[in-house]
C-alpha cells in the first residue's frame, strides 16, 4: 500500500442524449488516508478496479442525459 498520490486514467464509451457515441477519459488522482491505511489495506480488495466501476457509473449516468455540445 502506498501513501503517495496515485493516478487511474480511465477510458469509458457511452452515448449522449442526441444518440452520439463519445469516449469520455477521466484521470483520477487519489491516495490512501495515513491515518487510514490498515483500513484500506485489510478492507478494500482491488481498490483500482473499485475506483474504476465508480468512475463508469457515474459518467455512464451523467453523459446520457447529455447533448453532444454540451459534453464538452
Known sequence: L??????????CETKTKDNVFVTVIASVQYR?????????????TNPQEQIRAYVYDVVRS???RLNL???F
Open 62 to 64: 451523467s453523459v446520457p
Open 32 to 44: 490512501a488516508v495515513p491515518t487510514k491505511a490498515k483500513d484500506a489495506y485489510y478492507q478494500l
Open 69 to 71: 455540445d454540451d459534453v
Open 2 to 11: 502506498s501513501l503517495r498520490v496515485q493516478q487511474l486514467d480511465i477510458h
